[in-house]
């Protein structure tokens, strides 16, 4: 157990419709990141936050938005879907200090697009 | 641009024979190399970090190694419990902490 939940596990939904994913890091991580895992491509970087502040932005599309709140809970927020957009999402934390590489990933939320 | 390229995409071992993973990157400045091993369903674990050019790591039948241009995860004696994907990621020296990672080796251990 990483420590990193993510909700829900499994989310089918149809195109144009707008889903919410959500995550709690492990406790006292300030960094949340936001990835998306599809079949044929490997783990691409979506958005990354420090203690409710945005710090990086990576391949994120218009339609997706996130937050981080004061309880440091993150929020990813995909809206208009598309059948491309099913994917697994997966939230990871990490700490400060120097191993801010060691990620601790949550299960992950399977988003199928019908 | 960041690039993280692993191979080969798939490889298939006999309990006990040993073998090794490659992933060859490149970035503007590396902060650190990082392996994860992926179960299928799953979120990626944590193996290793490296630092620096010549740096290994091991942990029970794993051992990374680290170059100027890739890095290598030996799996000596490997079994059918280290059948998972590895992941290998690198992280730059400038801008996010943000990880870079490659699509991965998908590796069956057969009894």
């Known amino acids: 157990d990483s420590g990193v939940t993510q909700t829900p596990k499994h989310l089918i939904t149809a195109t144009g419709q707008r889903v919410t994913l959500r995550c709690s890091p492990r406790s006292g991580d300030l960094s949340v990141y936001w990835y998306q895992q599809s079949l044929d491509q490997g783990l691409q970087f979506l958005i990354q936050?420090?203690?409710?502040?945005?710090?990086a932005k990576g391949n994120i599309l218009e339609r997706f938005s996130a937050q981080q709140f004061p309880d440091l809970h993150s929020e990813l927020n995909l809206s208009s879907l598309e059948l491309g957009d099913s994917a697994l999402y997966f939230c990871a934390s990490s700490g400060t200090g120097v191993n801010t590489g060691e990620l601790f990933f949550g299960e992950g939320s399977r988003l199928t697009v019908l | 641009e960041d690039q993280v390229t692993q191979s080969p995409e798939a490889l298939r071992l006999q309990e006990g024979e040993s073998s090794s993973l490659n992933c060859s990157y490149t970035v503007s400045g590396l902060r650190g190399l990082f392996w994860y091993r992926q179960d299928p369903g799953k979120g990626p674990e944590f193996l290793f970090t490296l630092y620096s050019a010549g740096e290994e790591k091991e942990k029970e039948r794993l051992k990374a190694t680290l170059t100027k241009k890739e890095s290598f995860l030996h799996i000596t004696a490997p079994k059918p419990e280290d059948s998972a994907t590895y992941l290998c990621?690198?992280?730059?020296?400038?801008?996010?902490?943000?990880?870079?990672f490659g699509t991965g080796t998908r590796l069956t251990v057969i009894p």
């Open positions: 990621a690198v992280q730059a020296r400038t801008g996010a902490n943000n990880l870079f």
């Open positions: 936050y420090y203690n409710g502040e945005e710090r």
